[in-house]
T-cell receptor
Framework: DAGVIQSPRHEVTEMGQEVTLRCKPI?????LFWYRQTMMRGLELLIY????????DSGMPEDRFSAKMPNASFSTLKIQPSEPRDSAVYFC??????????????FGDGTRLSIL | KNEVEQSPQNLTAQEGEFITINCSYS?????LHWLQQHPGGGIVSLFM???GKKKHGRLIATINIQEKHSSLHITASHPRDSAVYIC???????????FGEGTQLTVNP
């Protein structure tokens, strides 16, 4: 089991650039979550998908953020244009529910994003 | 006031000590999670529980639904237990996790 795979591990870019973060969930998992972690706000849920469909995006900070899940094995989180306040660690997590209610989430190693 | 509060924020212990980290919440929940985040940044799910007690190795998690309180205990603590421990709840209103601010645990040899 490869676990949740995120790429890149680190990203440094200049303000105004487009940033794309990628996530491959554990095969067979039906839920996928994107989180952001900062010193000031801790861990926050941005958006989550169930069976590739976005269910709750109320945590997405503003229109500059968008997330897609074109298939069960891939998701992206895009920031355009990026700003210094977007600097954070972004985590992707997945879980297997299939109607069994809440289940433990498996986290990727995160992407450390720095916007200069 | 945060919906999920942890105490203490920081905890330093000597190797071998019994450790308790507390989590209180103010919302209706369907489950509570304890997560561990190591200095390298990776997050691992330790427990998910909705009632009673769970044990895994030297770790024990308990929850009291009536009192809206959970504790994470570490027996015979070891320096490798040094990490941030995060309490998170699944609110009954949805599948979103709401997180506590975390407890930084340092176990000295």
């Amino acid at each position: 089991d490869a676990g949740v795979i995120q790429s890149p591990r680190h990203e440094v870019t200049e303000m105004g650039q487009e940033v794309t973060l990628r996530c491959k969930p554990i095969s067979g998992h039906d839920y996928l979550f994107w989180y952001r972690q900062t010193m000031m706000r801790g861990l926050e849920l941005l958006i989550y998908f169930n069976n590739n469909v976005p269910i709750d995006d109320s945590g997405m900070p503003e229109d500059r953020f968008s997330a897609k899940m074109p298939n069960a094995s891939f998701s992206t989180l895009k920031i355009q244009p990026s700003e210094p306040r977007d600097s954070a660690v972004y985590f992707c997590a997945s879980s297997f529910s299939q109607g069994r209610g809440n289940q433990p989430q498996h986290f990727g190693d995160g992407t450390r994003l720095s916007i200069l | 006031k945060n919906e999920v509060e942890q105490s203490p924020q920081n905890l330093t212990a000597q190797e071998g000590e019994f450790i308790t980290i507390n989590c209180s919440y103010s919302v209706g929940i369907s489950a509570l999670h304890w997560l561990q985040q190591h200095p390298g940044g990776g997050i691992v799910s330790l427990f998910m529980l909705s009632s009673g007690k769970k044990k895994h190795g030297r770790l024990i998690a308990t929850i009291n639904i009536q009192e809206k309180h959970s504790s994470l205990h570490i027996t015979a603590s070891h320096p490798r237990d040094s990490a941030v421990y995060i309490c998170a709840v699944d609110k009954t209103s949805g599948s979103r996790l709401t997180f506590g601010e975390g407890t930084q645990l340092t176990v000295n040899p």
